[in-house]
């Protein structure tokens, strides 16, 4: 089992930025791949932004290329996601997830945290 913990969401009016953390702890060493993704009121969840946790390989969706950074501290088990000139579009439920090696899709999942962008 994977715990994994989310933070840092909130209010920012656009153009503004917002870091999210992902604690994670237990099983840890068999996760190969953490990522954040989104799910605005009345949409599907959406994928936003995965990284390796061996080589640090990045991912993102076209949307957020440019604005958004996936990042990760190994000695803390944290992923960071930093978000910048942030838009009313962005605004969602952020959550974090890791999969494993060998795993079809992500299996464990952060309970989330709210952005809200204001225009």
């Known amino acids: 089992q994977v715990q994994l913990v989310e933070s840092g969401g909130g209010l920012v009016q656009a153009g503004g930025s917002l870091r999210l953390s992902c604690a994670a702890s237990?099983?840890?060493?068999?996760?190969?791949?953490m990522g954040w993704f989104r799910q605005a009121p009345g949409k599907e969840r959406e994928f936003v932004a995965t990284?390796?946790?061996?080589?640090?390989?990045?991912n993102y969706a076209d949307s957020v290329k440019g604005r958004f950074t996936i990042s990760r501290d190994s000695a803390k088990n944290t992923v960071y996601l930093q978000m910048n000139s942030l838009k009313p579009e962005d605004t969602a439920v952020y959550y974090c997830?890791?999969?494993?090696?060998?795993?079809?899709?992500?299996?464990?999942w952060g309970q989330g945290t709210q952005v809200t962008v204001s225009s």
């Open positions: 997830a890791s999969r494993s090696l060998g795993a079809t899709g992500y299996e464990y």
């Open positions: 990284i390796t946790l061996i080589g640090s390989n990045t």
């Open positions: 237990g099983r840890t060493q068999s996760s190969l791949f």
